[in-house]
């Protein structure tokens, strides 16, 4: 894994704390996207090398929802950078562990996305992703 992309936080209210991130961070978030699989809003910001992403839920179904219900607002996933996430599912899944997609699936901000069962990471949620690029 390359480095640390983004910290997922789930939020109750998207509006409001993009406003909170953009005074602590000093930076005013630079996408704000709708992932309908996911039924949720995200909002980034730039960190340095590595970004803040919220995420708001959109209904009742959403694991942001469902997430908030259980443990309330806080940080939801760790993003980690990947060259290739066929070959790091392959491998994390021949180590052990429990993967929630066997396949990558589209995510925010222009990404292939996976997830590993929290179960099997001391309780945080591990997200993998890899950039798409023009010539995928
Ligand atoms: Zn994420």
């Not at 996408?31 to 809003?41: F, P, T």
């Not at 066997?102 to 997830?115: Q, V, Y």
């Amino acid at each position: 894994m390359k480095k640390i992309e983004h910290l997922g936080i789930a939020v109750k209210d998207i509006d409001m704390s993009e406003t909170l991130f953009e005074s602590l961070l000093g930076t005013p978030s630079y996408k704000r996207e709708e992932v309908g699989s996911e039924s949720v809003i995200t909002s980034f910001f730039k960190v340095g090398d590595s970004k803040i992403e919220l995420l708001q839920a959109t209904d009742e179904k959403s694991p942001i929802h469902k997430f908030i219900e259980k443990k309330g607002e806080g940080i939801h996933h760790i993003a980690f950078e990947v060259d290739n996430i066929e070959v790091e599912l392959k491998r994390l899944k021949n180590e052990g562990f429990r993967l929630i997609h066997e396949k990558p699936k589209m995510g925010a901000d222009n990404k292939l996305i996976a997830f590993l069962h929290p179960k099997g990471t001391n309780g945080v949620l591990i997200e993998l992703c890899q950039e798409i690029t023009e010539e995928d």
